[in-house]
Protein backbone atom coordinates (compact mmCIF):
# COMPACT_ATOMS: atom_id res chain seq x y z
CA UNK A 1 0.00 0.00 0.00
CA UNK A 2 1.25 3.35 -0.50
CA UNK A 3 1.64 4.26 3.05
CA UNK A 4 4.12 1.34 3.45
CA UNK A 5 5.54 2.50 0.18
CA UNK A 6 6.36 6.35 2.01
CA UNK A 7 6.99 5.28 5.06
CA UNK A 8 10.30 6.96 4.89
CA UNK A 9 9.08 10.46 4.17
CA UNK A 10 7.26 10.64 7.88
CA UNK A 11 3.37 10.49 8.56
CA UNK A 12 3.00 13.99 8.29
CA UNK A 13 4.63 14.87 4.84
CA UNK A 14 2.65 11.41 3.75
CA UNK A 15 -0.50 12.91 4.93
CA UNK A 16 0.73 16.18 3.53
CA UNK A 17 0.71 14.22 -0.01
CA UNK A 18 -2.37 12.70 -0.24
CA UNK A 19 -4.33 16.02 1.32
CA UNK A 20 -3.04 17.79 -2.29
CA UNK A 21 -3.83 14.95 -4.05
CA UNK A 22 -7.54 15.11 -2.93
CA UNK A 23 -7.98 18.60 -3.09
CA UNK A 24 -6.95 18.73 -6.87
CA UNK A 25 -9.10 15.77 -7.39
CA UNK A 26 -12.27 17.74 -5.73
CA UNK A 27 -10.96 21.28 -7.16
CA UNK A 28 -11.22 19.60 -10.49
CA UNK A 29 -14.37 17.23 -9.75
CA UNK A 30 -15.85 20.57 -8.63
CA UNK A 31 -15.77 22.77 -11.80
CA UNK A 32 -16.25 19.75 -13.84
CA UNK A 33 -19.50 19.21 -12.16
CA UNK A 34 -21.07 22.92 -11.84
CA UNK A 35 -19.88 23.17 -15.54
CA UNK A 36 -22.26 20.28 -16.48
CA UNK A 37 -24.80 21.51 -14.03
CA UNK A 38 -24.98 25.20 -14.24
CA UNK A 39 -26.58 25.20 -17.90
CA UNK A 40 -29.45 22.98 -16.31
CA UNK A 41 -29.88 25.70 -13.44
CA UNK A 42 -29.93 28.35 -16.25
CA UNK A 43 -32.62 26.22 -18.32
CA UNK A 44 -34.69 25.38 -15.69
CA UNK A 45 -34.67 29.17 -14.25
CA UNK A 46 -33.62 27.93 -10.97
CA UNK A 47 -32.63 31.70 -10.26
CA UNK A 48 -31.82 33.31 -7.15
CA UNK A 49 -34.55 35.38 -5.54
CA UNK A 50 -33.57 38.61 -4.34
CA UNK A 51 -33.92 39.95 -0.75
CA UNK A 52 -36.19 43.29 -1.02
CA UNK A 53 -34.62 44.37 2.41
CA UNK A 54 -31.12 44.28 0.20
CA UNK A 55 -31.72 46.34 -2.78
CA UNK A 56 -28.19 46.43 -3.82
CA UNK A 57 -28.37 43.03 -5.08
CA UNK A 58 -31.00 43.84 -7.38
CA UNK A 59 -29.15 43.49 -10.32
CA UNK A 60 -28.24 40.14 -9.23
CA UNK A 61 -31.89 38.94 -10.13
CA UNK A 62 -31.88 35.88 -12.47
CA UNK A 63 -28.17 34.06 -11.42
CA UNK A 64 -28.71 30.58 -10.71
CA UNK A 65 -28.55 29.24 -6.94
CA UNK A 66 -28.25 26.00 -5.84
CA UNK A 67 -25.07 25.46 -7.01
CA UNK A 68 -23.89 24.03 -3.59
CA UNK A 69 -25.08 21.03 -5.54
CA UNK A 70 -21.86 21.31 -7.28
CA UNK A 71 -19.52 20.85 -5.06
CA UNK A 72 -21.04 18.58 -2.70
CA UNK A 73 -21.18 16.47 -5.65
CA UNK A 74 -17.54 16.96 -6.50
CA UNK A 75 -16.84 16.41 -2.97
CA UNK A 76 -19.10 13.07 -2.79
CA UNK A 77 -17.43 11.49 -5.68
CA UNK A 78 -14.30 12.14 -4.81
CA UNK A 79 -14.75 10.77 -1.21
CA UNK A 80 -16.45 7.73 -2.50
CA UNK A 81 -13.05 6.97 -4.92
CA UNK A 82 -10.47 7.86 -1.44
CA UNK A 83 -12.59 4.98 0.27
CA UNK A 84 -12.55 2.61 -2.55
CA UNK A 85 -8.49 3.00 -2.79
CA UNK A 86 -8.74 3.17 1.40
CA UNK A 87 -10.77 -0.41 1.01
CA UNK A 88 -8.64 -2.09 -1.17
CA UNK A 89 -5.62 -1.66 0.51
CA UNK A 90 -4.13 0.84 -1.82
CA UNK A 91 -3.74 3.99 0.15
CA UNK A 92 -4.10 3.05 3.88
CA UNK A 93 -5.23 -0.06 5.77
CA UNK A 94 -7.65 -2.04 5.25
CA UNK A 95 -8.13 -2.72 8.72
CA UNK A 96 -9.37 0.75 9.15
CA UNK A 97 -12.76 -0.08 8.15
CA UNK A 98 -12.50 -3.44 10.21
CA UNK A 99 -11.41 -1.38 13.58
CA UNK A 100 -14.10 1.40 12.77
CA UNK A 101 -11.65 4.06 12.23
CA UNK A 102 -13.17 5.64 9.41
CA UNK A 103 -16.51 6.37 11.35
CA UNK A 104 -15.29 9.96 12.24
CA UNK A 105 -14.75 10.90 9.12
CA UNK A 106 -18.15 9.41 7.16
CA UNK A 107 -20.29 10.92 10.39
CA UNK A 108 -18.69 14.35 9.53
CA UNK A 109 -19.60 13.68 5.89
CA UNK A 110 -23.23 12.69 6.95
CA UNK A 111 -23.44 15.78 9.09
CA UNK A 112 -22.11 18.39 6.32
CA UNK A 113 -24.67 16.05 3.63
CA UNK A 114 -27.78 16.53 6.16
CA UNK A 115 -27.56 19.95 6.56
CA UNK A 116 -27.14 20.29 2.56
CA UNK A 117 -30.29 18.61 2.29
CA UNK A 118 -32.17 20.99 4.54
CA UNK A 119 -30.33 23.89 2.37
CA UNK A 120 -31.73 22.39 -0.59
CA UNK A 121 -34.74 22.34 0.62
CA UNK A 122 -35.14 25.81 1.85
CA UNK A 123 -33.60 26.71 -1.61
CA UNK A 124 -36.16 24.81 -3.50
CA UNK A 125 -39.08 26.09 -1.34
CA UNK A 126 -37.77 29.63 -2.27
CA UNK A 127 -37.78 28.89 -5.85
CA UNK A 128 -41.47 27.40 -5.99
CA UNK A 129 -43.13 30.41 -3.55
CA UNK A 130 -40.78 32.74 -5.81
CA UNK A 131 -39.55 35.21 -2.79
CA UNK A 132 -36.64 34.80 -0.92
CA UNK A 133 -38.22 33.38 2.09
CA UNK A 134 -38.20 29.19 1.70
CA UNK A 135 -38.48 27.28 4.88
CA UNK A 136 -39.92 29.35 7.97
CA UNK A 137 -36.76 29.82 11.02
CA UNK A 138 -38.52 27.54 12.92
CA UNK A 139 -38.82 24.86 10.45
CA UNK A 140 -34.84 24.98 9.72
CA UNK A 141 -34.05 25.00 13.49
CA UNK A 142 -35.92 21.80 14.47
CA UNK A 143 -34.33 20.01 11.21
CA UNK A 144 -30.85 21.44 12.24
CA UNK A 145 -31.43 20.35 15.79
CA UNK A 146 -32.28 16.38 14.52
CA UNK A 147 -29.65 16.49 12.40
CA UNK A 148 -26.63 17.66 14.68
CA UNK A 149 -28.30 15.52 17.17
CA UNK A 150 -28.20 12.59 15.12
CA UNK A 151 -24.69 13.19 14.36
CA UNK A 152 -23.77 13.58 18.12
CA UNK A 153 -25.74 10.12 19.65
CA UNK A 154 -23.74 8.54 16.39
CA UNK A 155 -20.42 9.79 17.37
CA UNK A 156 -21.36 8.98 21.27
CA UNK A 157 -22.29 5.62 20.49
CA UNK A 158 -19.31 4.50 18.76
CA UNK A 159 -16.95 5.92 21.47
CA UNK A 160 -15.70 8.53 18.71
CA UNK A 161 -16.89 11.91 20.39
CA UNK A 162 -14.52 13.73 22.80
CA UNK A 163 -15.58 15.14 25.38
CA UNK A 164 -12.74 17.14 26.37
CA UNK A 165 -12.35 20.99 25.47
CA UNK A 166 -8.98 21.70 24.63
CA UNK A 167 -8.28 25.51 25.45
CA UNK A 168 -6.21 27.01 22.86
CA UNK A 169 -3.03 28.56 23.75
CA UNK A 170 -2.38 26.03 26.52
CA UNK A 171 -1.97 22.53 27.74
CA UNK A 172 -5.12 22.61 29.61
CA UNK A 173 -8.51 20.95 28.25
CA UNK A 174 -11.82 21.27 30.28
CA UNK A 175 -14.07 17.82 30.52
CA UNK A 176 -17.34 18.49 29.60
CA UNK A 177 -18.76 14.61 30.00
CA UNK A 178 -22.08 14.58 29.44
CA UNK A 179 -22.17 18.30 29.17
CA UNK A 180 -20.39 17.81 25.62
CA UNK A 181 -23.91 16.86 24.20
CA UNK A 182 -26.02 20.12 24.84
CA UNK A 183 -22.99 22.53 24.05
CA UNK A 184 -21.81 20.84 20.60
CA UNK A 185 -25.52 21.03 19.62
CA UNK A 186 -25.70 24.31 20.32
CA UNK A 187 -22.27 25.64 18.71
CA UNK A 188 -23.35 23.14 15.54
CA UNK A 189 -26.75 24.87 14.99
CA UNK A 190 -25.32 28.16 15.63
CA UNK A 191 -22.53 27.80 13.45
CA UNK A 192 -24.38 26.75 10.69
CA UNK A 193 -26.18 29.06 10.67
CA UNK A 194 -23.58 31.34 10.64
CA UNK A 195 -22.03 30.25 7.46
CA UNK A 196 -25.85 30.97 6.00
CA UNK A 197 -25.92 34.49 6.58
CA UNK A 198 -22.31 34.88 5.22
CA UNK A 199 -23.41 33.56 2.25
CA UNK A 200 -24.24 37.51 0.94
CA UNK A 201 -22.05 38.87 -1.52
CA UNK A 202 -20.15 37.11 -4.28
CA UNK A 203 -17.39 34.76 -3.18
CA UNK A 204 -17.35 35.76 0.14
CA UNK A 205 -18.56 32.29 2.35
CA UNK A 206 -16.13 30.81 -0.41
CA UNK A 207 -13.50 32.54 0.21
CA UNK A 208 -13.47 33.09 3.83
CA UNK A 209 -14.66 29.19 3.96
CA UNK A 210 -10.95 28.64 1.75
CA UNK A 211 -8.95 30.06 4.77
CA UNK A 212 -10.50 28.06 7.62
CA UNK A 213 -10.25 24.83 5.10
CA UNK A 214 -6.35 25.68 4.93
CA UNK A 215 -6.39 26.30 8.57
CA UNK A 216 -7.90 22.77 9.33
CA UNK A 217 -5.62 21.31 6.66
CA UNK A 218 -2.27 22.64 8.38
CA UNK A 219 -3.23 21.87 11.90
CA UNK A 220 -3.88 18.47 10.90
CA UNK A 221 -1.01 18.16 9.08
CA UNK A 222 0.97 19.29 12.03
CA UNK A 223 -0.73 16.88 14.25
CA UNK A 224 -0.98 13.87 11.82
CA UNK A 225 -4.35 13.47 11.97
CA UNK A 226 -5.21 11.79 8.48
CA UNK A 227 -8.63 11.92 8.50
CA UNK A 228 -9.29 15.77 9.42
CA UNK A 229 -6.74 16.39 7.18
CA UNK A 230 -8.78 15.04 4.26
CA UNK A 231 -11.91 16.45 5.24
CA UNK A 232 -10.40 19.77 4.90
CA UNK A 233 -8.79 19.03 1.81
CA UNK A 234 -12.02 18.43 0.09
CA UNK A 235 -13.63 21.49 1.67
CA UNK A 236 -10.65 23.74 -0.04
CA UNK A 237 -11.00 21.90 -2.92
CA UNK A 238 -15.12 22.09 -3.31
CA UNK A 239 -14.75 25.69 -2.41
CA UNK A 240 -11.96 26.55 -4.74
CA UNK A 241 -13.91 25.21 -7.68
CA UNK A 242 -16.47 26.96 -6.97
CA UNK A 243 -15.20 29.95 -6.70
CA UNK A 244 -14.14 29.98 -10.44
CA UNK A 245 -17.40 30.63 -11.12
CA UNK A 246 -18.59 32.41 -7.89
CA UNK A 247 -16.42 35.39 -7.67
CA UNK A 248 -17.20 38.82 -8.18
CA UNK A 249 -19.94 39.01 -10.87
CA UNK A 250 -21.12 35.87 -9.53
CA UNK A 251 -22.20 33.05 -12.36
CA UNK A 252 -24.05 30.94 -9.98
CA UNK A 253 -24.85 30.98 -6.20
CA UNK A 254 -24.35 28.31 -3.62
CA UNK A 255 -27.69 28.93 -1.94
CA UNK A 256 -28.46 27.68 1.61
CA UNK A 257 -27.47 24.27 -0.10
CA UNK A 258 -23.47 24.88 -0.47
CA UNK A 259 -23.71 27.31 2.96
CA UNK A 260 -24.92 25.04 5.68
CA UNK A 261 -22.66 22.33 4.09
CA UNK A 262 -19.64 24.13 4.52
CA UNK A 263 -20.31 25.22 8.24
CA UNK A 264 -21.51 21.17 8.87
CA UNK A 265 -18.22 20.09 7.31
CA UNK A 266 -16.05 22.75 9.76
CA UNK A 267 -17.60 21.42 12.96
CA UNK A 268 -17.39 17.95 12.22
CA UNK A 269 -13.95 18.56 11.77
CA UNK A 270 -13.34 20.73 15.03
CA UNK A 271 -15.43 18.04 17.00
CA UNK A 272 -14.26 15.00 15.57
CA UNK A 273 -10.64 15.84 16.43
CA UNK A 274 -11.45 17.64 19.41
CA UNK A 275 -10.18 21.50 18.74
CA UNK A 276 -13.18 22.88 18.56
CA UNK A 277 -12.14 26.85 20.51
CA UNK A 278 -9.33 26.39 17.87
CA UNK A 279 -11.65 26.22 15.20
CA UNK A 280 -14.46 29.05 16.17
CA UNK A 281 -10.79 31.24 16.22
CA UNK A 282 -10.31 30.33 12.77
CA UNK A 283 -13.96 30.91 12.23
CA UNK A 284 -14.16 34.70 13.72
CA UNK A 285 -15.58 35.99 10.50
CA UNK A 286 -18.68 33.76 10.09
CA UNK A 287 -19.19 34.21 13.66
CA UNK A 288 -18.82 37.74 13.45
CA UNK A 289 -21.76 38.12 10.62
CA UNK A 290 -24.12 36.19 12.98
CA UNK A 291 -23.00 38.10 16.28
CA UNK A 292 -23.93 41.26 14.16
CA UNK A 293 -27.65 40.00 12.52
CA UNK A 294 -28.61 38.92 16.18
CA UNK A 295 -27.22 42.29 17.99
CA UNK A 296 -28.78 43.73 15.35
CA UNK A 297 -31.90 42.83 15.78
CA UNK A 298 -31.18 42.74 19.70
CA UNK A 299 -30.15 46.87 19.69
CA UNK A 300 -33.26 47.42 17.49
CA UNK A 301 -35.84 46.25 20.08
CA UNK A 302 -34.29 47.65 23.42
CA UNK A 303 -33.57 50.56 21.44
CA UNK A 304 -37.37 51.22 20.09
CA UNK A 305 -36.12 51.34 16.61
CA UNK A 306 -32.49 52.38 16.10
CA UNK A 307 -30.20 50.32 14.19
CA UNK A 308 -26.28 49.59 15.39
CA UNK A 309 -25.30 48.90 11.65
CA UNK A 310 -26.79 50.87 8.81
CA UNK A 311 -27.13 47.07 7.63
CA UNK A 312 -26.80 43.60 8.97
CA UNK A 313 -25.14 41.40 8.88
CA UNK A 314 -22.13 42.80 8.84
CA UNK A 315 -21.13 43.36 5.62
CA UNK A 316 -24.16 44.68 4.12
CA UNK A 317 -23.09 47.50 6.53
CA UNK A 318 -19.88 48.00 4.38
CA UNK A 319 -21.61 48.13 1.52
CA UNK A 320 -23.57 50.90 2.27
CA UNK A 321 -20.01 52.80 3.45
CA UNK A 322 -19.71 52.31 -0.43
CA UNK A 323 -17.37 49.48 -0.21
CA UNK A 324 -17.10 47.33 -3.48
CA UNK A 325 -17.81 43.75 -3.05
CA UNK A 326 -14.88 42.90 -4.10
CA UNK A 327 -13.09 45.20 -1.70
CA UNK A 328 -15.32 43.84 0.70
CA UNK A 329 -14.33 40.43 0.30
CA UNK A 330 -10.56 40.73 0.15
CA UNK A 331 -10.54 42.42 3.43
CA UNK A 332 -12.86 39.76 5.10
CA UNK A 333 -10.76 36.99 3.59
CA UNK A 334 -7.81 38.78 4.99
CA UNK A 335 -8.72 39.08 8.15
CA UNK A 336 -10.15 35.61 8.43
CA UNK A 337 -6.04 34.33 7.59
CA UNK A 338 -5.33 36.43 10.55
CA UNK A 339 -7.65 35.25 12.82
CA UNK A 340 -7.09 31.33 10.82
CA UNK A 341 -3.57 32.28 11.77
CA UNK A 342 -3.87 32.74 15.42
CA UNK A 343 -6.15 29.70 15.85
CA UNK A 344 -3.31 27.52 14.35
CA UNK A 345 -1.29 28.78 17.05
CA UNK A 346 -3.39 27.95 19.80
CA UNK A 347 -3.86 24.54 18.62
CA UNK A 348 -0.65 24.00 18.07
CA UNK A 349 0.57 25.40 21.68
Known sequence: MLYDRLNSLGINKIIGIESIIVLVAVFLLSVLATRLI???????????????YVLEHAS???TPTMGGLCFILGSLTAMLIWIAL?????????SNFENGALIPIAL????AVGNGFIGFFDDYKKLVKKQNEGLSEMQKLLLQIVVAAAYLCMMGMTDNLPTALAI????LSLELSYFAYPLYLLVIVGFVNSTNITDGIDGLASSIGVTVGVALLVTAIATASRFTAISAATLIGALLGFLVF?????????????????????????????????VIIMSFVFILDMLSSLLQRLYYKLSGGKRL??????HHH???????????????TLVSAIFCALGVIGVLI
Request: glycine fraction near 10%; hydrophobic fraction near 45%; aromatic fraction near 12%.
Open 38 to 52: LPVLRARKLNQPINM
Open 60 to 62: KSG
Open 86 to 94: EYSGTLGNY
Open 108 to 111: TFCL
Open 168 to 171: PFTN
Open 246 to 278: NHYPAKVFMGDTGSLYIGALIMGCAISDGMLLG
Open 309 to 314: FKKAPV
Open 318 to 332: FQLLDWSEVKIVLVF
